[in-house]
């Protein structure tokens, strides 16, 4: 088991397969991907080594990310071989949509369990103004299809205060009939985004209240849930999720780890750096290296994001990790 200083428990893996994204989500690329330098994301050998090692130490969620992950060619082979790993149960996605009509049945036939969709507005026009996409229609279809499939599915919405926060009553009218966790997610401060940040950040308890107001009612989490508190209400098929950064004891429940794309692990969203763990993932004779060196690593994890105090470490914009 991976148990950090704090002894925080670690069952979930968000591994990052490219940092490369094509929307332009005004929130986190408003001026689109912008390669910086060259590299080399990780391979299947590679992405086996490292899945089978966290697995080995306790780890049964993983949680394939991007940028857009499913920019890359290889997704439902990284899918199946990630499923096929002894000790990983629960195998998810986020993806903003873009080739979820098309591509959903290959995912879930090469094993995929949770599907996590970025939906930022019901309302096509508004999505494309804050994604530059027009992929709205497309998008939804694809999440029709999931739910038929019955891939656990969740609706990812950063709430924006000019841009959706109107739209929180739209929103819980759609989850009415529709059987999809929807998660709204504070804005967070990152490296480039502080003024934008100061102009749209929404403090999600002040919706959190509304709902318990109506009788929603809180879910228990499981050992290997994200950060979301959930809800649920006996007259809808949906559930309502907050994800609030800023919230007191945030990270007292913090159960995740990232990787990125180029094999760095990162042990918080806004860390200042990340463990270059890529010397030890070309084979399967390193993977006891590896574990110690994960071991030994989560001793450096700190407490807190310190978002508090806008410390936003090496993050500069949310692609880079996946979130």
């Known amino acids: 088991m991976l148990i950090d200083g ?3 428990r670690f069952h979930y893996l968000r591994m990052s397969i490219t940092d490369v994204c094509n929307f332009k989500c005004n929130y986190c690329l408003p001026d689109g991907y912008q390669c910086e330098s060259s590299r080399q994301f990780l391979d299947l050998q590679e992405i086996e080594n490292l899945v089978t090692a966290f697995a080995e130490l306790g780890v049964s969620k993983i949680r394939i990310t991007g940028g857009e992950p499913a920019l890359r060619k290889d997704l439902p082979q990284i899918i199946k071989q990630v499923k096929q790993t002894a000790g990983v149960e629960k195998v998810a996605l986020t993806t903003n949509g873009f080739s979820l009509e098309k591509k959903i049945d290959e995912w879930v036939e090469a094993g995929l369990d949770q599907l996590n969709v970025s939906i930022d507005s019901l309302d096509p026009n508004n999505f494309r103004l804050i994604t530059g996409s027009d992929k709205h229609e497309s998008i939804m279809r694809g999440v029709k299809r999931a739910i038929e499939l019955g891939v656990t599915t969740k609706i990812n919405t950063v709430l924006l205060k000019q841009f959706n926060a109107a739209e929180f009553g739209t929103f819980i009218d759609w989850i009415k009939h529709t059987p999809v966790s929807l998660r709204f997610i504070e804005l967070m ?9 100061e102009a749209q950040h929404v403090r999600a308890d002040e919706m959190q209240q509304q709902i318990e107001r109506q009788n929603w009612l809180p879910i228990i989490k499981s050992k290997d849930a994200g950060p979301a508190i959930e809800y649920c209400h006996p007259e809808y098929a949906g559930r309502i999720g907050f994800i609030m950064p800023y919230s007191k004891d945030f990270c007292a429940s913090c159960n995740r780890l990232r990787v990125s794309a180029t094999g760095k692990l990162h042990q918080c969203l806004f860390a200042e750096h990340g463990n270059d763990l890529r010397m030890l993932l070309a084979s399967a004779e390193q993977r006891e290296d590896l574990k110690v ?19 936003t470490g090496a993050t500069k914009h949310l692609a880079m990790l996946g979130g």
């Open 6 to 8: 704090h002894q925080r």
């Open 189 to 197: 401060q990152t490296g480039d985004n502080q003024e934008f940040f």
């Open 293 to 311: 060196f994960l071991r030994e690593a989560l001793g450096e994890k700190k407490v807190s994001h310190f978002l508090h105090d806008k410390a």
